[in-house]
């Protein structure tokens, strides 16, 4: 039912995923409230075996990368004409709970939560354009909710990760935090955000204090929100 707004509780009862899907979300479109003059087209719907989707990322085709809340990454092609059928395929089926990817020059960067680290895809010998996984920093911890989650690179090419309180300080690391207990002991007191180079080989605490966080985002200046 377009236009009409989301029947989200005050009370914060985590009802949101059941309003985006009102029934059969392959017959049915999502409750969205939109501006006049703009429309919704439903283009491509999950089914059972493909899981529940948790993490997005576009090529420069245009072709959508799903990091998978189970395990794997798959490649939505959504063609430019009406006539012809989506196209999905399986790029990874290894790494687990992949909450975070940022496609850049290297490569494809995912942060796996179930995996316990930071990844990054690319070319393997074979051909195969992701075939090739490379652990760029592990993260202990536990591998439930408050985990590995999403990621984001600035102007100069820095990449940043969001973790939540139940992951721990990699060892190798500075921090622009001053010094605590948490970094002295490397426990997961709170979340936090890690800024790496584009290799992961240099680790800095960028801000600590948060609980579960999920999503950050950069500005044109390079403040993070």
């Known amino acids: 039912s377009i236009g009409r707004s989301p029947n989200v509780s005050v009370f914060d009862e985590y009802n949101q995923w059941e309003e985006a ?11 969205f409230q939109i501006h006049n003059g703009f429309e919704i087209e439903l283009v491509y719907s999950a089914k059972p075996e493909h899981g529940s989707w948790v993490s997005m990322a576009t090529d420069d085709q245009g072709r959508i990368l799903l990091g998978k809340e189970d395990s794997g990454i798959l ?27 940022l496609l ?17 895809l690319n070319q393997s010998s074979d051909g195969s ?6 652990l760029l920093q592990e993260t ?23 973790h ?3 992951v721990q300080i990699p060892h ?15 426990k997961p007191e709170a979340g936090h955000v890690i ?15 948060l609980r579960n966080p999920y999503g950050l985002t950069l500005n044109d200046v390079g403040e993070c929100f």
């Open 21 to 31: 899907v009102s029934g059969s979300a392959a017959k049915e479109f999502a409750s």
């Open 75 to 101: 490649r939505l092609t959504i063609p430019k004409d009406s006539e012809s059928e989506p196209i999905l395929e399986t790029l990874n089926n290894t790494l687990e709970g992949v909450q975070g990817l």
């Open 104 to 120: 850049n020059a290297n490569g494809l960067i995912a942060s796996a939560n179930r995996s316990q680290g930071l990844y990054r």
């Open 129 to 134: 354009p992701f075939g090739k996984v490379t």
């Open 140 to 162: 202990a911890g536990s591998q439930g909710d408050h985990g590995r989650h999403d990621l984001v690179q600035d102007a100069k090419g820095r990449i940043y990760v969001i």
């Open 164 to 166: 939540g309180d139940s």
């Open 172 to 186: 190798n690391f500075t921090s622009l935090v001053p010094a605590t207990n948490e970094f002295q002991n490397k």
């Open 195 to 209: 800024q790496t180079d584009v290799d992961g080989t240099t680790w800095k605490v960028y801000c600590s204090g």
